[in-house]
Structures are given as C-alpha cells and as structure tokens.
C-alpha cells in the first residue's frame, strides 16, 4: 500500500514519519512542497501516475494565520487551489483523502464545543481559506476524512511550546492571553490517529474534530509548559486587546469529539498527560 504525505517538512508529517516504522505493510512517500507542489495539478497528476496510491494524507498547507491576511493569494493557492486539486486526482485514480482542517472555521460565539454540523463562520483569511478548501474537497471527493484541529504543537517545528521554551531562555516575565479558549493538541495524537483510519480501513468517511480532551487557554497551556519544565518566569494573563494583532481569532474554539470517539473507537487523551510525552520527548 502507497500512502502520500504532503507537507513532508511540518511537524504533523514529521509525526507521522515518526510512527511510520511501525506500518512495515505500508509505503510511505513523503514529498515538501519543493518536491510536489499541489497548486500545480499537472504535477500532483504525475506523481498519481508513476505509482498507485491508496491514500494521500494533506498535511501540506498554508498556516502563517497573521501573514495571510496580507499574503492572501498564497493562502488561497495552498489551501484552497492546492486542496481541490487533491480532491480531483484523488477521485480520478480511486485514493483516499486525508485532510488536515482547524478549528478557525468557526468564529467562536459558542458557548459549548463545536460539532462537526455546527455552522462555520471563520474570521480571517486562514480560516476562510482552509473552509473554503474543505467545501472543494467535498465537491470533487466522495472518499475522503476532513480532520479538524486544534491548537497543534510537537517536539517538531515551529508551535506555542517552542516558542515559550524559546522565551524563557531571555526573559524573566511574559504575558499571554487568556481570554482564547480552546485545546491544545499533541501533533503525535493526531498523527496515530491518522494511521489508525488507514490500518482499520474505515470508510466512515466525512469531517471528524479531534483535538485533546480538556478545555484551556494559552495562558494555561503557558503555565502547565513552565511547569512541567520547572521554569521560573512570571507569566501574566493578558487580554485579546492588550495583544493585537492582524488576524482575529476565535475566542472560544473547544471542539466536540464525539463522532471521531465512535466512528474510529478511539480513547483521546487530555491535554496536559499529552504535554508531558511532548516534553519527555523534548
């Protein structure tokens, strides 16, 4: 079995590679976007010929959430353009698609978590886009798996806890809103996740949320970061307004797990048991 993955360089392909030893019944090819660019369809089709694949997992996308408000051409290209024609060579050579949403779908006026069949309202350019490439995916696909994310980190690339690690090592104090709810996820979750929907061959298709259990903000997910580590900094709750900046964001963006929880019988673990594994790792 050949499995594509897109976005090869990313911390949530670089988790899949992690666990791909595993799956020695599969073939993993893994391209960047210098190697396979999926705004071009006459190339993706290409790869698609040179060999049968079975699924394409879309880690591949645009996720700069402040710079595509200015940049918003790129934005579109990668995850609209880029995920649509996916979904085209896809259903021409019979593969299933794997691909990877977030929770800026939705602009976050709800007071309890987010269903897959909640209506979606994004508030930036991000968001918009990456619906946008969701409504392509279903137009085009019928076998497809749209993953709704939240809030991802890992010991790879760049995320929340490198970047709190990389602060610590110059500053005494930080501050760091908390009045953005949602959850952090372990890209390595998501990652098995992921391969569990190849491994079971579940053809349970449609869009699933999966993200950790529990509910936090970032100043939260600040706090339990230093903590873990032993870090003494003083961090300070700061509002959305104290720290402005391009994009808006939803203030609450909790996601429902209930559907992945049954379609896949899955156990999600909480968010906090997720960080120490991360930062063993680390």
Not at 40 to 60: D, G, M, Q, R
Not at 147 to 169: A, I, P, V
Not at 269 to 274: E, I
């Amino acid at each position: 079995m050949n499995i594509l993955v897109t976005g090869a360089n990313g911390q949530l392909a670089t988790c899949i590679r992690s666990l791909d030893h595993s799956n020695i019944d599969y073939n993993f090819i893994y391209k960047n976007s210098s190697e396979l660019d999926i705004v071009n369809i006459e190339a993706v089709k290409t790869l698609f010929k040179s060999s049968t694949i079975n699924y394409c997992i879309n880690c591949a996308a645009y996720t700069a959430v402040d710079t595509a408000e200015s940049d918003s051409d790129k934005a579109y290209d990668v995850n609209v353009k880029g995920s649509e024609n996916l979904a085209k060579v896809c259903h021409e050579f019979n593969t299933t698609l794997i691909h990877i949403s977030t929770d800026f779908v939705f602009e976050g006026s709800s007071k309890k978590p987010y269903n897959e069949t909640h209506s979606t309202n994004p508030l930036n350019i991000y968001g918009s886009t990456k619906l946008e490439g969701e409504q392509k995916i279903q137009h085009h696909l019928d076998k497809y798996f749209i993953l709704r994310t939240s809030w991802l980190y890992s010991e790879f690339g760049n995320n929340f806890l490198k970047t709190m690690l990389r602060l610590s090592k110059d500053r005494d104090e930080i501050g760091v809103v908390s009045d953005q709810i949602g959850t952090p996820t372990y890209a390595m979750d998501l990652a098995r996740v992921i391969l569990k929907i190849i491994q079971t061959n579940n053809t349970s298709y449609g869009i699933y949320h999966y993200s950790n259990e529990g509910v936090a903000s970032w100043y939260d997910f600040a706090l339990a970061i230093f903590d873990l580590n032993k870090i003494k900094i003083t961090v300070n709750p700061i509002t959305t307004q104290d720290f402005p900046t391009p994009a808006k964001r939803p203030s609450y963006s909790v996601l429902d797990k209930s559907k992945i929880k049954k379609a896949l019988k899955v156990e999600i673990p909480h968010w906090t048991n997720s960080l120490k594994k991360a930062i063993s790792n680390l």
